[in-house]
């Protein structure tokens, strides 16, 4: 079953909306989450790796005052697209290690489709 | 810096044929390698890593994996292909040390087809 739970699916709203996409870790704790921004066709670009109780850390070329991220629980990481516009349409996507580690693999939501008209 | 290549953006392959899915990688030091499938919508699911030990790794759904440090390549195989298993499939390279994220191959849309 799934370990990592992300919501919404799909949201579809109006230029200047401000969304927020939750991402849970079901029955283990995850002090570390990584989002990701997937265009079609294309692969997968981290945006930013969240860290319960600290700020969270944007990879180069993402604006962290678009993209809020906040880490308040080892078990819950939120993403918030401020002031959303058509060219953030995309598939984000969160991911968390069932523990710690490089060896793990990491154990990935089932993604959240961003539509702004 | 670790990169990860995917050569064919897709693979078409009969049903009950074998399948490979080609992936070579970069690293400094040593390599850990993942491979992940995507289904339409969904997020990435886990099939397999290698980390030491065995070149051949064995997966889930049947697939496995071939660790070539030499040709520095993690192609992706299974030995009879359904059509169930078209979807996309990433493969990714992880750093050593604590929490680091994958870095991800482009990815490769295999189709099988009946």
């Known amino acids: 079953g799934a370990v990592v739970s992300q919501h919404p699916s799909r949201v579809i709203c109006k230029s200047g909306t401000s969304v927020k996409i939750e991402c849970r870790s079901l029955?283990?704790?995850?002090?570390?989450m990584f989002w990701y921004r997937q265009f079609p066709k294309q692969s997968l670009m981290l945006m930013a790796t969240s860290n319960e109780g600290s700020k969270a850390t944007y990879e180069q070329g993402v604006e962290k005052d678009k993209f809020l991220i906040n880490h308040a629980s080892l078990t819950l990481s939120t993403l918030t697209v401020t002031s959303a516009h058509p060219e953030d349409s995309s598939f984000y996507i969160c991911s968390a290690p069932l523990v710690a580690g490089a060896l793990q693999p990491q154990h990935f939501g089932d993604g959240t489709r961003l539509s702004i008209l | 810096a670790q990169s990860v290549a995917q050569p064919e953006d897709q693979v078409n392959v009969a049903e009950g044929n074998p399948l490979t899915v080609k992936c070579t990688y970069s690293v400094s030091g040593n390599p850990y390698l993942f491979w992940y499938v995507q289904y339409p919508n969904r997020g990435l699911q886990f099939l397999l890593k290698?980390?030491?030990?065995?070149?051949l790794v064995k997966g889930s759904y049947g697939f496995e994996a071939e660790f070539n440090k030499s040709q520095t390549s993690f192609h992706l195989k299974k030995p009879s292909a359904l059509v169930s298993d078209s979807a996309l499939y990433f493969c990714?390279?992880?750093?050593?040390?604590?929490?680091?994220?994958?870095?991800f191959g482009k990815g490769t849309r295999l189709s099988v087809i009946a």
């Open positions: 290698y980390i030491t030990g065995d070149n």
């Open positions: 990714a390279v992880r750093d050593m040390g604590g929490n680091t994220p994958l870095v």
């Open positions: 029955d283990f704790q995850a002090t570390t």
